[in-house]
Every structure is written in structure tokens, then in C-alpha cells.
Nanobody, 117 residues
Framework: QVQLVESEGGLVQAGGSLRLSCAASGSILRVNAMGWYRQAPGKQRELVAA?????TTSYPEFAQGRFTITRDKATVYLQMNSLKPEDTAVYYC?????????????WGQGTQVTVSS
């Protein structure tokens, strides 16, 4: 089994920055791809950033140029810059045994990010 523990989110003003981290423990050799999702109230969970097992990153349009995902061994980071109120959501760390996050096998508990206008 793999456990994912996210750092605490927080409250930040629009235009500000925030870095989230997610530490994986347990059977981490099973983990290939890692990424971040988010879910705002009343909305579906959506991909924020993905890092494949081969090191390829991918971002949806809203995150391109503002968010950066990196990984150092068993910890994955999400650097968020130029934050907007619409980025307010619960952010979840995710991990997959596949190379490209086709299937999410493990989820973190989620951490709240609130961006004030």
C-alpha cells in the first residue's frame, strides 16, 4: 500500500504563490506517475498537473505557465504562481502504478487552497 500525505494548503491573495508538497510512503516502488488534482465546491475533480514515470509533465490549459510540478524521490511538489480566486479548491495528490496516470491508484487526503480577491 502507498500513503500520500500532503502539506497544509492555505489562504493566499490573488496574484500570490503557494507551494504544495506530497510525501509518498509505503510501497513507493509501485508508484510511477504522480500528479495533482483539485475539486472546487459543486464541481468535478480535475487534473491540475501530471508527471509521468518517464519525467514528462502535462498541464491543462488553466495551469500552463502558472503551475509547475516537480518530483524529488518520493515527494512531489506543486508550485502555483499568479494564483486566481478561481484556483480555490481542495487539492489532492495522486499516484499511479501506470506510467502516465491513466489510472489513479492512490489519493492523498486533500488540502484546502483558498485564493482571496
Amino acid at each position: 500500500q502507498v500513503q500520500l500525505v500532503e502539506s497544509e494548503g492555505g489562504l493566499v491573495q490573488a496574484g500570490g504563490s503557494l507551494r504544495l508538497s506530497c510525501a509518498a510512503s509505503g510501497s513507493i516502488l509501485r508508484v510511477n506517475a504522480m500528479g495533482w488534482y483539485r475539486q472546487a465546491p459543486g464541481k468535478q475533480r480535475e487534473l491540475v498537473a501530471a508527471l509521468s514515470g518517464t519525467g514528462t509533465t502535462s498541464y491543462p490549459e488553466f495551469a500552463q505557465g502558472r503551475f509547475t510540478i516537480t518530483r524529488d524521490k518520493a515527494t512531489v511538489y506543486l508550485q502555483m504562481n499568479s494564483l486566481k480566486p478561481e484556483d480555490t479548491a481542495v487539492y489532492y495528490c495522486a499516484a499511479s502504478r501506470t506510467w502516465s496516470m491513466n489510472v489513479i491508484d492512490y489519493w492523498g487526503q486533500g488540502t484546502q487552497v483558498t485564493v482571496s480577491s
